[in-house]
T-cell receptor, first 113, second 110 residues
Framework: GAGVSQSPRYKVAKRGQDVALRCDPISGHVSLFWYQQALGQGPEFLTYFQNEAQLDKSGLPSDRFFAERPEGSVSTLKIQRTQQEDSAVYLC???????????FGSGTQLSVL | RKEVEQDPGPFNVPEGATVAFNCTYSNSASQSFFWYRQDCRKEPKLLMSVYSSGNEDGRFTAQLNRASQYISLLIRDSKLSDSATYLCVVNEYNTDKLIFGTGTRLQVFP
C-alpha cells in the first residue's frame, strides 16, 4: 500500500523481554518519527530521523529504548527489558523533507505483563 | 508547563452546533501549526494547517494569534461524524519535530 505500515499491530510481552517494532514509511519520505501514546494522552515525541541520520532522540525515556534506520527507509524501535510502564501505542510517522505534515501508521499496541 | 496545552474536554454538543477549541503553546519561536484529528483507536490524521492570516476549510476555521501564542479551531454545523479527539500540533523551532497537545475530545449527539 501507499501508506505507513507498522508491525506487529499488537504485541504482548512479559516484563523483562526485549521487543522490536517495525515501521515502513511512505516511499520517498525523508523524515521518520516515532511517538509514544498512552491512553487518553496525545502522542509524545520519542525520536526522529532524516534519511539514516538520527537527528533527535531526546524523547527516548531511557537507555532501554533504541531506534535505527540504517538504510534511510525502514526503521526499528527496540525496547530492551520491557517494563509495565512501557505499555502504550507506538506510532510511526513519515513526512517529506521540511513539509511538516506527518502521515501516521496504525501503530503497535504494546502490552507488558 | 507542557509545550502545547489544550482543554481535554469532553465537549458534548448537539448536531448543528458551533464549537470552538483553543490551544496555547510555550515556544514563541514556533513556526508551523496544525490541527490533527484522531478517531478512537485510530492514528492521528492531519485536519488542517494553521496560517497566520487564518484559514477556512468548509465548516472548519483555524486561527493563529502569535502575540498571545494561541491557536483556535472553530467547527460550524457540527455533524455526528465530527466526534473525535482534536490534537493541536506545533513544530519545534527550526526542526521538523512536531509537538502534540493532549487533545480535546468532541462528542456530537443527535
Amino acid at each position: 500500500g501507499a501508506g505507513v505500515s507498522q508491525s506487529p499491530r499488537y504485541k504482548v510481552a512479559k516484563r523483562g523481554q526485549d521487543v522490536a517494532l517495525r515501521c515502513d514509511p511512505i516511499s520517498g519520505h525523508v523524515s521518520l518519527f516515532w511517538y509514544q501514546q498512552a491512553l487518553g494522552q496525545g502522542p509524545e515525541f520519542l525520536t526522529y530521523f532524516q534519511n539514516e541520520a538520527q537527528l533527535d532522540k531526546s524523547g527516548l525515556p531511557s537507555d532501554r529504548f533504541f531506534a535505527e534506520r540504517p538504510e534511510g527507509s525502514v526503521s526499528t524501535l527496540k525496547i530492551q527489558r520491557t517494563q509495565q510502564e512501557d505499555s502504550a501505542v507506538y506510532l510511526c510517522a513519515s513526512s517529506s523533507y521540511n513539509e511538516g505534515k506527518l502521515f501516521f501508521g496504525s501503530g503497535t499496541q504494546l502490552s507488558v505483563l | 508547563r507542557k509545550e502545547v496545552e489544550q482543554d481535554p474536554g469532553p465537549f458534548n454538543v448537539p448536531e448543528g452546533a458551533t464549537v470552538a477549541f483553543n490551544c496555547t503553546y510555550s515556544n514563541s519561536a514556533s513556526q508551523s501549526f496544525f490541527w490533527y484529528r484522531q478517531d478512537c483507536r485510530k492514528e492521528p490524521k492531519l485536519l488542517m494547517s494553521v496560517y497566520s492570516s487564518g484559514n477556512e476549510d468548509g465548516r472548519f476555521t483555524a486561527q493563529l494569534n502569535r502575540a498571545s501564542q494561541y491557536i483556535s479551531l472553530l467547527i460550524r454545523d457540527s455533524k455526528l461524524s465530527d466526534s473525535a479527539t482534536y490534537l493541536c500540533v506545533v513544530n519545534e523551532y527550526n526542526t521538523d519535530k512536531l509537538i502534540f497537545g493532549t487533545g480535546t475530545r468532541l462528542q456530537v449527539f443527535p
